[in-house]
């Protein structure tokens, strides 16, 4: 997880937090078919961007808007295949030095604290006089941190979830950066934010035994923590990373009725972190041709109020406790609106939404109200005020004006498949109940791609509606052929034209175009 700078206690802020889903230690992990290794295209922040990219909004090839917005619903069922669960895991070598502290400076900046406390320029509690040596060691962390003398070498083994959203029928996906980057400095920052209370040493015994947490520390606490480690062992070379590798696993929606299914996928093109331009593209290790795949609208268009949607996977709802942990999760879907357009301290606009997201969202699809892409989910904010908890209401997404520019230099076009053209003319007949025509069209994508995410469930759906479905005129003239059709079309105007010589010759004439 990556924050922006934690101020002290009292003050009320929002903090800026990557919405990566939750950093953890890996088991090592060993692929049948191991990822190949490419270099992937970087994308600079201040690289030229193509007059071409800057004055045409991205799209997607063989989409065409419908002509009126769509039911939230049918916005979940088309997008939802599209929508993928992305797991990192980082492989490599570390080197650092324990930490040792500087016991009569920290003796002294408590005895500062304590005395604050009594005059009343503090609470005089556990937990704010922690937050307060907490910050005072930030300000200068070598003032009372140092390292030992002996090197520790480690195997480092760390994973990350995301989500993230097909973009290809050959199956290229957009994601955030910061679910999968590999260089050195985000990885440090994601080891130190899941392993790092391993190596605080002699710091930790102190914070304990001076001011006690009897349920563990609080998110801000930790916050700060981190920050003082990550200053401490990147400042000065305590701490290094090398032969880092990373694996990339994609999870779709067919991962639901086959547990342990997944595909490997390469990184193709990256950009920075936030607050920089945090897209990256990754490509399924695939020959299928026909994947589900989500389409792009204009995001320049949207204003203050208007309707948004979100897809995603965020952790919440995958680790939930009650929920069977031997199964994948459908994607959470949630609604909101648009709050506003915000300058980052990267210089790009991202927007503002009030959908509700958590971490695990990042890299996430975000939708109009015609079911159209216009962002991925990327930041949200978290008030250190209150213990650390994710404000709802002010999340962020890079939108498509961004991503086009990684989507140009990887040199693709977005394009939507005949099987998600298929499932959408499959919903549509699902919604206008003409159930026996979606399930002919189901089993059309099944005959073609038995993985296609959750087509069996909509297939069974379809499959048990269209059994109880009765036959009317209507169906009998679907299902006959055009020429059928013609036939029985021009003997009714000649019936209703009473048999009149014109129409008979009229008919007899566009009989012998079509069937001769």
Same mark, same amino acid.
């Given at each position: 997880m990556?924050?922006?700078?934690?101020?002290?206690?009292?003050?009320?802020?929002?903090?800026?937090?990557?919405?990566?889903g939750?950093?953890y230690?890996?088991?090592?992990?060993?692929?049948?078919?191991?990822?190949t290794?490419?270099?992937?295209i970087?994308?600079?922040?201040?690289?030229?961007?193509?007059?071409?990219?800057?004055?045409?909004?991205?799209?997607?090839?063989?989409?065409?808007?419908?002509?009126?917005?769509?039911p939230?619903?049918?916005?979940?069922?088309?997008?939802?295949?599209?929508?993928?669960?992305?797991?990192?895991?980082?492989?490599?070598?570390?080197?650092?030095?324990?930490?040792?502290?500087?016991t009569?400076?920290?003796?002294? #900046?408590?005895?500062q604290?304590?005395t604050?406390?009594?005059?009343?320029?503090?609470p005089?509690?556990?937990?704010?006089?922690?937050?307060?040596?907490?910050?005072?060691?930030?300000?200068?962390?070598?003032?009372?941190?140092?390292?030992?003398?002996?090197?520790?070498?480690?195997?480092?083994n760390?994973?990350a979830?995301?989500s993230g959203l097909?973009?290809?029928?050959?199956?290229?996906?957009?994601?955030?950066?910061?679910?999968?980057?590999?260089?050195?400095?985000?990885? #440090?920052?994601?080891?130190?934010?899941?392993?790092?209370?391993?190596?605080v040493? &002699?710091?930790a015994?102190?914070?304990?035994?001076?001011?006690?947490?009897?349920?563990?520390?609080?998110?801000?606490?930790?916050?700060?923590?981190?920050?003082?480690?990550?200053?401490?062992?990147?400042?000065?070379?305590?701490?290094?990373l090398?032969?880092?590798?990373?694996?990339?696993?994609?999870?779709?929606?067919?991962?639901?009725?086959?547990?342990?299914?997944?595909?490997?996928?390469?990184?193709l093109?990256?950009?920075?972190?936030?607050?920089?331009?945090?897209?990256?593209i990754?490509?399924?290790?695939?020959t299928?041709?026909?994947?589900?795949?989500?389409s792009?609208g204009?995001?320049? &268009?949207?204003?203050s109020?208007?309707?948004?949607y979100?897809?995603?996977?965020?952790?919440?709802?995958?680790n939930?406790?009650?929920?069977?942990?031997?199964?994948?999760?459908q994607?959470?879907?949630?609604?909101?609106?648009?709050s506003?357009?915000?300058?980052?301290?990267?210089?790009?606009?991202a927007?503002?939404?009030?959908?509700?997201?958590?971490?695990?969202n990042?890299g996430?699809?975000?939708f109009?109200?015609?079911g159209?892409?216009?962002?991925?989910?990327?930041?949200?904010?978290?008030?250190?005020?209150?213990?650390?908890?994710?404000?709802?209401?002010?999340?962020?997404?890079?939108?498509?004006?961004?991503?086009?520019?990684?989507?140009?230099?990887?040199?693709?076009?977005?394009?939507?498949?005949?099987?998600?053209?298929?499932?959408?003319?499959?919903?549509q007949?699902?919604?206008?109940?003409?159930?026996?025509?979606?399930?002919?069209?189901?089993?059309?994508?099944?005959?073609?791609?038995?993985?296609?995410?959750?087509?069996?469930? &909509?297939?069974?759906? #379809?499959t048990?509606?269209?059994?109880? &479905?009765?036959?009317?005129?209507?169906?009998?003239?679907?299902?006959?052929?055009?020429?059928?059709?013609i036939?029985?079309?021009?003997?009714?105007?000649?019936?209703?034209?009473?048999?009149?010589?014109?129409?008979f010759?009229?008919?007899?004439?566009?009989?012998?175009?079509?069937?001769?």
């Amino acid at each position: 997880m990556q924050y922006n700078k934690v101020y002290p206690p009292k003050i009320y802020l929002l903090v800026v937090i990557a919405l990566i889903g939750n950093m953890y230690l890996a088991p090592a992990t060993h692929a049948q078919n191991p990822t190949t290794t490419l270099k992937p295209i970087k994308v600079d922040d201040n690289q030229l961007i193509p007059l071409d990219v800057l004055m045409k909004p991205l799209s997607t090839q063989g989409y065409t808007r419908p002509a009126e917005p769509l039911p939230p619903t049918l916005i979940a069922a088309i997008n939802r295949p599209a929508t993928v669960q992305v797991l990192a895991n980082f492989t490599g070598n570390l080197q650092y030095q324990q930490l040792l502290i500087y016991t009569d400076n920290l003796r002294q #900046a408590v005895a500062q604290i304590e005395t604050s406390a009594l005059i009343g320029n503090l609470p005089n509690n556990n937990a704010d006089k922690l937050m307060a040596l907490l910050t005072l060691i930030q300000q200068n962390p070598h003032a009372f941190l140092t390292p030992d003398n002996s090197i520790t070498q480690e195997q480092i083994n760390i994973g990350a979830t995301g989500s993230g959203l097909i973009i290809t029928p050959q199956g290229h996906l957009v994601t955030n950066a910061h679910v999968v980057a590999t260089d050195e400095a985000s990885l #440090a920052q994601k080891l130190l934010s899941t392993g790092f209370f391993n190596r605080v040493g &002699e710091l930790a015994k102190y914070l304990q035994s001076t001011y006690p947490q009897p349920n563990g520390l609080s998110e801000p606490a930790t916050q700060l923590l981190l920050q003082i480690m990550e200053t401490f062992y990147t400042s000065r070379g305590y701490f290094k990373l090398a032969n880092i590798t990373g694996r990339y696993r994609v999870l779709t929606g067919y991962t639901l009725q086959n547990p342990g299914y997944h595909i490997e996928a390469n990184l193709l093109a990256i950009g920075q972190p936030i607050p920089g331009k945090d897209v990256a593209i990754l490509k399924l290790q695939t020959t299928q041709n026909n994947w589900p795949t989500i389409s792009f609208g204009p995001d320049r &268009e949207l204003r203050s109020g208007d309707e948004m949607y979100v897809l995603g996977y965020p952790g919440v709802v995958n680790n939930n406790e009650v929920l069977d942990q031997n199964v994948m999760r459908q994607p959470s879907f949630t609604e909101g609106k648009m709050s506003a357009r915000q300058k980052t301290k990267g210089g790009w606009e991202a927007i503002q939404i009030t959908a509700a997201v958590g971490r695990g969202n990042s890299g996430g699809p975000v939708f109009n109200k015609y079911g159209e892409v216009i962002g991925i989910l990327t930041f949200g904010s978290q008030d250190a005020s209150q213990g650390g908890a994710l404000v709802q209401g002010f999340n962020f997404i890079v939108p498509n004006s961004i991503i086009h520019q990684f989507i140009h230099q990887a040199g693709l076009t977005p394009t939507l498949s005949n099987s998600a053209t298929t499932l959408r003319q499959a919903l549509q007949w699902m919604a206008d109940k003409k159930y026996k025509k979606a399930a002919a069209a189901l089993n059309e994508i099944k005959s073609s791609f038995a993985q296609f995410p959750y087509l069996n469930e &909509e297939l069974n759906d #379809a499959t048990t509606k269209a059994a109880s &479905e009765k036959n009317t005129l209507m169906d009998y003239w679907d299902n006959m052929d055009t020429k059928t059709q013609i036939m029985l079309g021009l003997a009714a105007v000649m019936v209703v034209g009473g048999g009149a010589g014109k129409l008979f010759t009229y008919g007899v004439h566009l009989l012998f175009f079509f069937f001769v």
